[in-house]
């Protein structure tokens, strides 16, 4: 029996580390990553030899060291994880259930055939198993799951697996076993379903909260897109209206050139030839980029900017064709520059100006904007980035700006310096 526990005790380490390496995103290089995870083996292997091997038969030694193990395996999840939050530690601890079926179920197959290798065997093919299921299945689901921003915080779902694992200990290993108390097998058995199930349901639940959010972001997007068409069908609308003025008029401009002309009265044609380019370049309708999705937001917050009289500069190098999704980038792009306008709107008209370099290539993408602000500007202690002080219905344009920047594996600085706010975006692509 001594050895069953040995190698099942084994395997389910090394189960559960690489549950927690496949389904965590991890903050470190694959290598800094792998090595964490091998020490942690290490640590737990050796603090197994204690408690089976060198000192057995001591319950409060056993229960000391088997918490030891769990602090050190949880902390393993929560170190390599990208985001070091209730998420990350509801993954660790799903990992212990799942790595405890097969503890169990080797342990029922040996009391059931008193074969070790029946045991063991069965014990592979159960991890085995799960992991191939959990992997092909619901590790997309965890992923956008670990990955979203929310302001309300996830720790009440962390009580499902511990409770699950509390259940499982005092049922199959603590104080009692499995090999001591045979008349828990069923139990052990209806409770590994009953995990199943809810896990399922918990599964369903983020699945739907994921697409949930996912179905709102698109829906901002489709509504910036739609803001800045219809800014755009505007002014070519006027535009073409006033072109059908111009037109109209032009015999008459004609008519008085020839005028004009027989007189020699030169200035008074140059006036009128001036007159004609100004009405046509005020009905220019404005190409700030190539990319035609793109440019509405910036022809929608450039409106924005005339209408408070805010001097805007750009400098935007976007191609037709881009890398990254367009929509996405111009509903970050309508998101920084709205807040350079709303930030800007109140300082003194000397010091109002907004400069922002907006370029998209193949090789990378950034989006430096400035603007002046007279107002003191807070920002958030886990992100870096600005709060917004409007109340809880805003400040979702810097986590949309946010989700967008990590999906790029990019990087976001901002400082506040001498009433001038800068916030700057950069991703390789």
Same mark, same amino acid.
């Not at 040995?6 to 990553?33: A, P, Q």
């Not at 209730?86 to 259930?97: T, Y």
């Not at 009905?283 to 409106?303: G, H, L, S």
């Not at 003191?376 to 980035?385: A, K, N, Q, R, V």
């Given at each position: 029996?001594?050895?069953?526990?040995?190698?099942?005790?084994?395997?389910?380490?090394?189960?559960?580390?690489?549950?927690?390496?496949?389904?965590?995103?991890?903050?470190?290089?694959?290598?800094?990553?792998?090595?964490?995870?091998?020490?942690?083996?290490?640590?737990?292997?050796?603090?197994?030899?204690?408690?089976?091997?060198?000192?057995?038969?001591?319950?409060?030694?056993?229960?000391?060291?088997? +918490?030891?193990?769990? &602090? $050190? *395996?949880?902390?393993?999840? @929560?170190?390599?994880?990208?985001?070091?939050? /209730?998420? %990350?530690?509801?993954?660790?601890?799903?990992?212990?259930?799942?790595? +405890?079926?097969?503890? &169990? $179920? *080797?342990?029922?197959?040996? @009391?059931?055939?008193?074969?070790?290798?029946? /045991?063991? %065997?069965?014990?592979?093919?159960?991890?085995?198993?799960?992991?191939? +299921?959990?992997?092909?299945? $619901?590790?997309?689901?965890?992923?956008?799951?670990?990955?979203?921003?929310?302001?309300?915080?996830?720790?009440?779902?962390?009580?499902?697996?511990?409770?699950?694992?509390?259940?499982?200990?005092? $049922?199959?290993?603590?104080?009692?076993?499995?090999?001591?108390?045979?008349?828990?097998?069923?139990?052990?058995?209806?409770?590994?379903?009953?995990?199943?199930?809810?896990?399922?349901?918990?599964?369903?639940?983020?699945?739907?909260?994921?697409?949930?959010?996912?179905?709102?972001?698109?829906?901002?997007?489709?509504?910036?897109?739609?803001?800045?068409?219809?800014?755009?069908?505007?002014?070519?609308?006027?535009?073409?209206?006033?072109?059908?003025?111009?037109?109209?008029?032009?015999?008459?401009?004609?008519?008085?050139?020839?005028?004009?002309?027989?007189?020699?009265?030169?200035?008074?044609?140059?006036?009128?030839?001036?007159?004609?380019?100004?009405?046509?370049?005020?009905?220019?309708?404005?190409?700030?980029?190539?990319?035609?999705?793109?440019?509405?937001?910036?022809?929608?917050?450039?409106?924005?900017?005339?209408?408070?009289?805010?001097?805007?500069?750009?400098?935007?190098?976007?191609?037709?064709?881009?890398?990254?999704?367009?929509?996405?980038?111009?509903?970050?792009?309508?998101?920084?520059?709205?807040?350079?306008?709303?930030?800007?709107?109140?300082?003194?008209?000397?010091?109002?100006?907004?400069?922002?370099?907006?370029?998209?290539?193949?090789?990378?993408?950034?989006?430096?904007?400035?603007?002046?602000?007279?107002?003191?500007?807070?920002?958030?202690?886990?992100?870096?980035?600005?709060?917004?002080?409007?109340?809880?219905?805003?400040?979702?344009?810097?986590?949309?700006?946010?989700?967008?920047?990590?999906?790029?594996?990019?990087?976001?600085?901002?400082?506040?310096?001498?009433?001038?706010?800068?916030?700057?975006?950069?991703?390789?692509?």
């Amino acid at each position: 029996m001594i050895y069953v526990q040995n190698i099942s005790y084994t395997m389910s380490h090394i189960f559960f580390l690489v549950f927690v390496y496949l389904f965590m995103v991890h903050r470190y290089s694959k290598k800094k990553t792998l090595v964490i995870c091998f020490l942690s083996y290490i640590f737990t292997t050796v603090m197994n030899q204690l408690k089976l091997n060198i000192f057995p038969g001591h319950p409060l030694f056993y229960l000391v060291v088997t +918490l030891v193990q769990i &602090i $050190i *395996a949880q902390l393993t999840g @929560i170190v390599i994880s990208k985001k070091r939050n /209730s998420k %990350a530690l509801f993954v660790g601890l799903s990992a212990s259930n799942y790595v +405890l079926i097969g503890s &169990i $179920i *080797a342990s029922i197959l040996y @009391i059931t055939t008193g074969s070790i290798i029946l /045991s063991v %065997a069965g014990n592979l093919i159960s991890h085995v198993g799960i992991l191939l +299921l959990l992997y092909f299945y $619901i590790r997309n689901t965890i992923f956008k799951f670990c990955e979203r921003d929310t302001e309300r915080s996830c720790w009440e779902i962390c009580l499902i697996p511990i409770f699950f694992y509390c259940c499982f200990s005092s $049922i199959a290993f603590f104080p009692f076993t499995l090999y001591d108390h045979h008349e828990n097998i069923l139990v052990a058995i209806f409770l590994i379903i009953t995990m199943l199930v809810s896990y399922l349901v918990v599964m369903r639940y983020m699945d739907s909260e994921t697409k949930q959010v996912e179905a709102y972001w698109k829906n901002v997007m489709f509504g910036s897109y739609i803001k800045g068409l219809e800014s755009q069908n505007y002014l070519t609308e006027r535009s073409e209206q006033n072109l059908k003025i111009l037109r109209h008029d032009m015999r008459h401009y004609s008519m008085m050139i020839d005028s004009l002309l027989d007189q020699k009265e030169y200035a008074e044609i140059k006036n009128i030839t001036g007159r004609i380019n100004e009405v046509i370049n005020e009905n220019k309708v404005i190409q700030y980029c190539e990319n035609r999705i793109v440019n509405t937001a910036f022809i929608t917050t450039a409106e924005q900017a005339q209408s408070l009289q805010i001097p805007m500069h750009l400098d935007v190098l976007i191609p037709r064709q881009i890398p990254v999704n367009e929509y996405a980038l111009a509903v970050v792009l309508a998101n920084l520059l709205e807040n350079a306008v709303f930030s800007t709107k109140n300082a003194t008209p000397s010091e109002k100006s907004i400069d922002a370099k907006i370029h998209c290539t193949d090789k990378y993408l950034l989006i430096d904007v400035e603007n002046d602000c007279d107002q003191e500007i807070l920002f958030d202690s886990s992100t870096g980035l600005p709060k917004s002080s409007r109340g809880k219905e805003h400040g979702l344009g810097m986590k949309s700006v946010q989700a967008f920047c990590d999906k790029l594996d990019g990087t976001i600085d901002c400082y506040c310096e001498n009433n001038r706010f800068r916030i700057i975006l950069y991703a390789k692509l």
